[in-house]
């Protein structure tokens, strides 16, 4: 499994993702979920995935490689005019991955199948968020729903849902994540640090903050320690119930 | 979906659970999900479900008629010596019904599977809870893990996790439920109110209190509205981030 949030502030975007892998609990490792092809001042583009590794391997892979020698390998998301454009390449990039397994294994179709998290700016639109489905099509961030989750999304979203709001600082948005993840990584084995962050400054056309934290980092550790404490006396101040 | 949980108090034991039934969203209605059988003095038994409603319908209206002119009719549950047998029978009986769904219906067993918790106590021994399987085997409550949620368990889990405590009174417990199942109903539609409380005070022998809540129960929204703050000020309490 797997845990990634993407927030749309009207500060700029924030991305979160977990960093462990496993096939069945007795095969896990460390792996990067977050991948991010930048042009200075000219585009940013940030993606998470979840589901399948070998399927989102390839897709980054296969990205990647398109968007080197760019003249001789198009279409590439470093030339894509817009993020909508980019979002459809990505998508359909996901697609073409996920459909060359399933070419080969009819019967396990299900098991190819991964998710992603898009996000960034291109000069002349708006720093925007996109969520990919296997299927390769995919949904943009509304005012609504300002932020997008993949993975084992449900223990975290209680926490999201009551306390996000889109003019939150960077610094606040990470530490509503860093709750976010710590509920998960408390409820679900497949869910673990360390934690890779990004923050992207709207118009800055660059990365921004770039962070990866451990399991015996300060902040985590206070948070996790700390939050306890805090969601009971949260409880306490709620009225008692009288049959 | 549904949501239920069952904790087993030092005091006794609590029973909460939702009341949506769905195929499909357009095709929903209200259910009750809790069932009761009781012999003053001598035992009491609690059971609630989740799955498929046709098999849990088929399952308590078998052992409730088995119950009854229990000459004729057993085994019964009024007439098990223990809660383990009990739960044995009743994991029977589940498997019975799925296992005659199933028989006519092949390509689609996983359709008609249902999880149960069956609570309660019978004279000569202690009050306890089990988690019942589709397979009809199940589990006991420990003091490691004294409680137990079946259907849509992921979105309220973190606050059990984090404030139960088997020393807390009844009064506290719903109180705690409480929240946890509102988290669930603003995460997930197929969740709904009105939520069925019920109490078993340990070696009473009887039914403790018995309340149905519905959408505009004062206390209800108190809860929900006061949860949102709750958590903001909690939130706030924490450490900030700095990059």
């Keep these: 499994m797997t845990y990634c949030v993407g927030l749309r ?7 979160m993702s977990d960093t462990r892998t496993n ?8 792996t990067k979920k977050m991948f991010t092809w930048a042009v200075p001042g000219e ?7 979840a589901g399948n590794l070998a399927t ?5 892979s296969l990205l990647d490689e398109r968007s080197k020698a760019p003249k001789h390998r198009s279409p590439t998301i470093l030339k894509q005019p817009t993020m909508f454009e980019v979002a459809r390449l990505v998508g359909a990039t996901l697609k073409e991955v996920i459909g060359e397994s399933n070419a080969t294994a009819k019967d396990e179709t299900s ?7 898009l996000g960034g700016q291109i000069k002349g639109g708006a720093s925007t968020m996109f969520f990919i489905y296997p299927e390769g099509n995919f949904v943009e961030v509304t005012d609504e729903t300002p932020f997008f989750q ?6 975290g979203k209680p926490i999201i849902i009551r306390v996000f709001d889109q ?14 993840f710590d509920s998960t990584i408390k409820s679900n084995l497949s869910v673990g640090l360390p934690i890779d962050i990004q923050t992207y400054e709207a118009d800055s056309f660059k990365i921004g903050h770039q962070v990866r934290l451990d399991e ?28």
């Design 9 to 15: 502030l009207n500060a700029g975007l924030v991305f």
């Design 23 to 30: 096939a069945g609990v007795d095969n896990f490792s460390k």
């Design 111 to 117: 098991k190819f199948r991964a998710s992603l998290i």
């Design 150 to 155: 993949i993975g084992e999304a449900k223990y």
């Design 216 to 243: 015996d980092d300060e902040y985590y550790q206070s948070i996790s320690s700390g939050w306890g404490n805090a969601l009971k006396q949260a409880f306490e101040t709620l009225p008692s119930f009288k049959f």
């Design 167 to 180: 003019k939150m600082s960077f610094n606040d948005s990470v530490k509503l994540l860093m709750v976010s």
């Design 43 to 49: 585009r940013f583009i940030t993606l998470m995935t």
């Design 56 to 60: 989102t391997q390839s897709l980054v």
